[in-house]
C-alpha cells in the first residue's frame, strides 16, 4: 500500500539530511514512513503509490481555497510567461501592499518576505532597532521560525522531538529571549517589572497552532497589550497561521486587539514561499532604506509568489462568506468529533477556533505548553496512523494544529467523523 513511498524515503535518505527538507514530514515522532505526495486537487491529496487522502494539513496553513485552486494556478501559469523573477520593484508589489492594508487592521505598510522565519526574525529585529532595546519575552510551545532568538522553547518539531537547546544557537543570540508560559499573564508582568526599561517586544501566536491549536484565554492578549502600552514594549502578533484564515484581518480583526507589529506567512503566498511584516507607520519607518534597520531579499515580492498570493487574498477579500463557510464546517466537524470521542470513553480534549482545531488525548483542558505536552500524546500517535491508514491525512504530531480548507465537503468530514470512530474503536 506504501510500497513507493517507501523507496522514495530510502532513496531520499541517502541524500537529504532525514529525507525530508522540513522535520516533522519525517514522520519520526510517529513512527513509520512519510508518505510522499505526487499531487493534490481540491481538498485531497494523491501519493506516490496512488492513495488519496482527505488533506487537514493543508500545507501548515495556506490551502484556504484547497489545493490547486484554478484561478491561482491560472494567474501562476501566465505569470511564469514573463519570467520568473526580476530582482527590481513591479506594481503587483504594490498592490499586494494595499490589499494586505486593506484587509488586515494596524497595518499602515508591509514589507514582503520569503518565509514565516524571515518575517519573524526581521520584526524582532526591528522591534529591537525602534526601541533601542534587546531583551524580548516569547511563550513556550509557539514557534516563530528557525531564527536563533526563538530556539527557546519553542513548539512545532522542537517540541515534537524533543530539542530543548539547539546546538548552533550561541548563549549570545538567545541570552536576550525571556520565557513564560502561554496564557500566564501574571508571569509576563513578573519579567516586564524585572527587566523593566530592557524589554523591546512581546511575540505571540494570538491563536497558538504549534503545540496543538491552543486559545488565548479571555483577557492575555489584552493584557499583553497594556502591558506593551504601559512599558513602552513593541506587541508582535505572529499571524503565520491565523492571518487571513481565522478572520480577512486574522486574529487581530476576530479577537479585537491591536498589534503593533504584524508577521504573515505560507498564507499570503498561495502555497508559494512568502511571507511579510508590517504595522505602524513610525516603526515600519525605520526599515532600510527609509531607516538603518537593514532589511533585504533576492527573492522577495516575487512576481510568482505575489501573484498567486495576491489571487488568493482577492478572492478571500471579496468573498468574506468563504470564512463563515470554513467556521460551519469546521464547528461540524467539532460537534461530530465530540459525540465519536465522548462515546470511546478516552480522555480528550477538543481545542478550536475558526478552522483551526485539533485533538489531545488529555484529562485536564490544554491551555498551555505544559498541559499540552502532558497529554497521552503516544495515543496521538496510534490514532494519527489509524487515521491514515484510512485516507485521512491529519498532521504527524499532536504539536501541531490542523487547518480545514473549503473545499471539503459534508461527506469528506463525514468519511474523516466515521474514520475517527473506527480508528478510536482499533487503537483503544
Ligand atoms: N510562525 C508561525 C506561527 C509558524 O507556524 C511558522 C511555521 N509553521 C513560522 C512562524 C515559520 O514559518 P516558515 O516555516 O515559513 O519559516
Same mark, same amino acid.
Given at each position: 500500500m506504501y510500497t513507493r513511498s517507501q523507496q522514495l524515503f530510502q532513496r531520499a535518505q541517502e541524500s537529504i539530511p532525514g529525507g525530508v527538507n522540513s522535520p516533522v514530514r519525517?514522520?519520526?515522532?510517529?513512527?513509520?514512513?512519510?508518505?510522499?505526495?505526487?499531487?493534490?486537487?481540491?481538498?485531497?491529496?494523491?501519493?506516490?503509490?496512488?492513495?488519496? #487522502?482527505?488533506?487537514?494539513?493543508?500545507?501548515?496553513?495556506?490551502?484556504?481555497?484547497?489545493?490547486?485552486?484554478?484561478?491561482?494556478?491560472?494567474? /501562476?501559469?501566465?505569470?511564469?510567461?514573463?519570467?520568473?523573477?526580476?530582482?527590481?520593484?513591479?506594481? !503587483?508589489? /504594490?498592490?499586494?501592499?494595499?490589499?494586505?492594508?486593506? &484587509?488586515?487592521?494596524?497595518?499602515?505598510?508591509?514589507?514582503?518576505?520569503?518565509?514565516?522565519?524571515?518575517?519573524? &526574525?526581521?520584526? !524582532?529585529?526591528?522591534a529591537r532597532g525602534y526601541t533601542g532595546k534587546n531583551k524580548f519575552i516569547k511563550f513556550e510551545g509557539c514557534y516563530h521560525g528557525h531564527a536563533d532568538p526563538f530556539l527557546v522553547k519553542a513548539g512545532s518539531g522542537l517540541a515534537t522531538f524533543n530539542i530543548q537547546t539547539v546546538p548552533g544557537v550561541t548563549a549570545g543570540a538567545s541570552n536576550d529571549t525571556l520565557t513564560c508560559s502561554y496564557n500566564d499573564l501574571a508571569a509576563v508582568e513578573a519579567l516586564a517589572a524585572q527587566y523593566k526599561g530592557e524589554i523591546a517586544a512581546i511575540i505571540v501566536e494570538p491563536v497558538a497552532g504549534n503545540m496543538g491549536c491552543i486559545l488565548p484565554e479571555p483577557g492575555f492578549l489584552e493584557g499583553l497589550r497594556s502591558v506593551c502600552d504601559r512599558e513602552g514594549i513593541v506587541l508582535i502578533f505572529d499571524e503565520v497561521m491565523t492571518g487571513f484564515r481565522l478572520a480577512p484581518g486574522g486574529a487581530q480583526e476576530l479577537l479585537k486587539v491591536n498589534a503593533d507589529l504584524v508577521t504573515y506567512g505560507k498564507v499570503i503566498g498561495g502555497g508559494m514561499p512568502v511571507g511579510a511584516f508590517g504595522g505602524k507607520r513610525e516603526i515600519m519607518e525605520k526599515v532600510a532604506?527609509?531607516?538603518?534597520?537593514?532589511?533585504?531579499? =533576492?527573492?522577495?515580492?516575487?512576481?510568482?509568489?505575489?501573484?498567486?498570493?495576491?489571487?488568493?487574498?482577492?478572492?478571500?477579500?471579496?468573498?468574506?462568506? /468563504?470564512?463563515?463557510?470554513?467556521?460551519?464546517?469546521?464547528?461540524?466537524?467539532?460537534?461530530?468529533?465530540?459525540?465519536?470521542?465522548?462515546?470511546?470513553? @478516552?480522555?480528550?480534549?477538543?481545542?478550536? !477556533?475558526? +478552522?483551526?482545531?485539533?485533538?489531545?488525548?488529555?484529562? =485536564?483542558?490544554?491551555?498551555?505548553?505544559?498541559?499540552?505536552?502532558?497529554?497521552?500524546?503516544?495515543?496521538?500517535?496510534?490514532?494519527?496512523?489509524?487515521?491514515?491508514?484510512?485516507?485521512? #491525512? !491529519?498532521?504527524?504530531?499532536?504539536?501541531?494544529?490542523?487547518?480545514?480548507?473549503?473545499?471539503?465537503?459534508?461527506?469528506?468530514?463525514?468519511? @474523516?467523523?466515521?474514520?475517527?470512530?473506527? +480508528?478510536?474503536?482499533?487503537?483503544?
Amino acid at each position: 500500500m506504501y510500497t513507493r513511498s517507501q523507496q522514495l524515503f530510502q532513496r531520499a535518505q541517502e541524500s537529504i539530511p532525514g529525507g525530508v527538507n522540513s522535520p516533522v514530514r519525517a514522520f519520526r515522532s510517529v513512527g513509520g514512513t512519510p508518505v510522499f505526495i505526487e499531487k493534490a486537487e481540491g481538498a485531497y491529496l494523491y501519493d506516490a503509490d496512488g492513495n488519496r #487522502y482527505i488533506d487537514y494539513i493543508a500545507s501548515w496553513g495556506p490551502m484556504i481555497l484547497g489545493h490547486a485552486y484554478g484561478p491561482v494556478v491560472k494567474a /501562476i501559469q501566465e505569470k511564469a510567461e514573463w519570467s520568473t523573477s526580476y530582482g527590481a520593484p513591479t506594481e !503587483l508589489e /504594490i498592490r499586494m501592499a494595499e490589499l494586505i492594508r486593506s &484587509m488586515a487592521p494596524n497595518v499602515d505598510m508591509v514589507r514582503m518576505v520569503s518565509s514565516g522565519t524571515e518575517a519573524c &526574525m526581521s520584526a !524582532l529585529r526591528l522591534a529591537r532597532g525602534y526601541t533601542g532595546k534587546n531583551k524580548f519575552i516569547k511563550f513556550e510551545g509557539c514557534y516563530h521560525g528557525h531564527a536563533d532568538p526563538f530556539l527557546v522553547k519553542a513548539g512545532s518539531g522542537l517540541a515534537t522531538f524533543n530539542i530543548q537547546t539547539v546546538p548552533g544557537v550561541t548563549a549570545g543570540a538567545s541570552n536576550d529571549t525571556l520565557t513564560c508560559s502561554y496564557n500566564d499573564l501574571a508571569a509576563v508582568e513578573a519579567l516586564a517589572a524585572q527587566y523593566k526599561g530592557e524589554i523591546a517586544a512581546i511575540i505571540v501566536e494570538p491563536v497558538a497552532g504549534n503545540m496543538g491549536c491552543i486559545l488565548p484565554e479571555p483577557g492575555f492578549l489584552e493584557g499583553l497589550r497594556s502591558v506593551c502600552d504601559r512599558e513602552g514594549i513593541v506587541l508582535i502578533f505572529d499571524e503565520v497561521m491565523t492571518g487571513f484564515r481565522l478572520a480577512p484581518g486574522g486574529a487581530q480583526e476576530l479577537l479585537k486587539v491591536n498589534a503593533d507589529l504584524v508577521t504573515y506567512g505560507k498564507v499570503i503566498g498561495g502555497g508559494m514561499p512568502v511571507g511579510a511584516f508590517g504595522g505602524k507607520r513610525e516603526i515600519m519607518e525605520k526599515v532600510a532604506p527609509l531607516g538603518n534597520v537593514y532589511q533585504a531579499g =533576492t527573492l522577495s515580492g516575487n512576481p510568482i509568489a505575489m501573484i498567486a498570493g495576491y489571487t488568493m487574498l482577492h478572492t478571500l477579500s471579496t468573498q468574506p462568506a /468563504i470564512f463563515t463557510e470554513l467556521e460551519q464546517k469546521t464547528a461540524y466537524l467539532h460537534q461530530e468529533l465530540d459525540k465519536v470521542f465522548s462515546a470511546s470513553g @478516552t480522555p480528550y480534549v477538543i481545542n478550536r !477556533l475558526g +478552522s483551526m482545531i485539533s485533538v489531545h488525548f488529555s484529562e =485536564t483542558p490544554v491551555t498551555d505548553f505544559a498541559t499540552a505536552a502532558a497529554a497521552d500524546n503516544g495515543l496521538f500517535n496510534k490514532f494519527f496512523h489509524a487515521m491514515l491508514k484510512r485516507g485521512i #491525512y !491529519l498532521p504527524p504530531s499532536a504539536f501541531e494544529s490542523w487547518f480545514l480548507n473549503n473545499a471539503l465537503t459534508t461527506a469528506d468530514l463525514d468519511a @474523516t467523523v466515521a474514520a475517527a470512530k473506527a +480508528s478510536l474503536e482499533e487503537i483503544l
